[in-house]
Structure formats: C-alpha cells, structure tokens
C-alpha cells in the first residue's frame, strides 16, 4: 500500500518539488496552499506522471479554524499521513527593526510560527493514534543565525527550529520521528514575495552564483523520509557550495 506525505506550502518552490519528488517514490499526496488553480495544476502534473492518488486543499494555515476544518475533512485512506513535511513559510521584507512593518512581521510569525504549530499539533495527534510518522519542518540557516535587516523572519525559524527540537523529544516516546532541514539560498519565488514582487531586488540575491534550487532540498527530504525505521536524520543544514553559512558568500564579482 503506498504510503501518504503532507505537503504545506505546496503551490510553488519546494513545496511543489517535494510533492513531485515524493510522488515519485511512490507516495500518495496531500498538497495544501492558497492557490488552489496551482494545486490543481500540480495535481495534474503528477497523475500525468505517477501513478498515485493525489488530494489538493486550499486554505491559509495563519487560520487555525481553517487548519482544523482541513484536518477533520481527512477521513479514511487520507487521514494516515505518515509524512508531513512544514514547508509553508515566508519572509516579508528586510528593514531594521525600528523601521520594519507590523503587518509583515505578523504573518511572518503567523505563518512559520503559528502555522507549523497548528498543523503539526493536529497531524501529531493522528501520528501518536498510530504510533508512526514522520514530521520534516523545513527551516532555515535563519534558525540558528541572525543576520542584519532580518530580525523577524529569523526570529520565526529560530521558533520554527525549536518547535521542531521539542516536537523530537515530545513525540519519542511514540516512535514519531521529527527532522528538520534549514536551508540557505535557495532560488525560488522566496525572494520575490519578500520583495513585494521587486523582480530586480529578487533577481539580486540570487545574482554572481549557483544557489541552490528546490529540487536540491526535494531530494534531501526523499533522502531523509527514506532512512531505514531504527534511522532518524535530526537537523540538516544545506547551503550551496557559494555560500559557507547566513552571512559568507562567495559571489563572481
Ligand atoms: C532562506 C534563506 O538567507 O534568506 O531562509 O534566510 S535566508
């Protein structure tokens, strides 16, 4: 019987390489976001592929009531979840502290923060019934590291990473296993949304070297919800070669 992987976030970047990734090992999905016509589009694209069922649900996880409907409509075979991975997250802006927007530093935090916690606490539940499961959080090398002008957006992976840290100890004794991965620069549309759609400024992070891509992060979840049952892989960080952590990169000048 094939297996089933919860994908937030799933409507672009690595969300959506990871649903086509997993679905290629022969997982059945769940793909959530707040695009549907992208989830639907993706849904397509892996049937067309994959021979493997595939179930889209528009909804924000900011809204907990939201989280809780979606989790309740889960019945039968799409209520097994034995892998989520907590891709939705984002990062709005890059200012000081004095000057940055309330608004943004909200659904940052209500966003990688309160949205990881939502879902995770309710899939948790279902996963300790059935005493298995695997929770992949995708952080950040913000979780760990603070750089300037990112005050907020680091402040939620670092919550973001220890959420996942204690979700680990929590959910041992039940067999649960929890893994996060933090990523560096990775190409995706993450740049242009914390840009407001300032395609240059977005352009210019990623300028003058290979970063990574989200495929790169897709395979290592694959690698990670791969391991053998007595295997846990606890916490990757993943850069590309260009850069050696938050703050150091080798950029062509
Ligand atoms: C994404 C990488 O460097 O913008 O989490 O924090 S970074």
Known sequence: ??????ITGASSGIGRATALRLAKEGYNII????RNDRLESLQSEIKS???VKVFTAQFDIQQKEAVQEFVNF??????????????AGLALGKESFQNGNLRDWDIMIDTNVKGMMYISKLISEIMVTRGQGHIVNITSTASTQVYKDGGIYCASKHAALAMSKSMRIDLLPHGIKVSSISPGAVETE???VRFKGDI???KDVYNGYTPLYANDIAD???YVV???IHVNINDIEVTCLAQANAYYFNKNK
């Not at 889960?74 to 891709?87: K, S």
Request: aromatic content about 10%; proline content about 3%.
């Open 1 to 6: 019987m094939n297996k089933l992987a919860l």
């Open 31 to 34: 793909v959530t976001g707040r």
């Open 49 to 51: 592929y994959y021979d």
């Open 74 to 87: 889960l019945t039968g075979e799409w209520r097994d979840v034995d892998v989520l991975v907590n891709n």
């Open 190 to 192: 993450f740049s242009t």
């Open 200 to 202: 240059i400024k977005a």
């Open 220 to 222: 290592m979840i694959a």
């Open 226 to 228: 791969n391991q053998p």
